[in-house]
């Protein structure tokens, strides 16, 4: 089940994601795009998907190339 959020945005923000729904996902609500851009964030702050987290590289692999 959805759970309901309210959000205020500013009006810079609010004719920014106006914008971006006339160009980008017209016919959408701001509340729709809104979820969506919620939901793609939310899906990044995830652990790799495989559940192995990354380790880095091993002792053996390292040289001054890493260096950066």
């Not at 945005?9 to 919620?38: F, K, N, Q």
Request: no cysteine; charged share 30%; proline share 7%.
């Amino acid at each position: 089940m959805p759970t309901s959020v309210t959000v205020l945005l500013g009006d810079d923000v609010a004719a920014t994601l106006d914008r971006y729904i006339a160009a980008e996902r017209p016919g959408h609500s701001r509340a729709e795009v809104m979820a969506e851009i919620a939901a793609r964030w939310a899906r990044a702050q995830r652990p790799d998907a495989s559940g192995t987290p990354d380790e880095g590289l091993r002792p053996d692999e390292l040289n001054a190339s890493n260096d950066s």
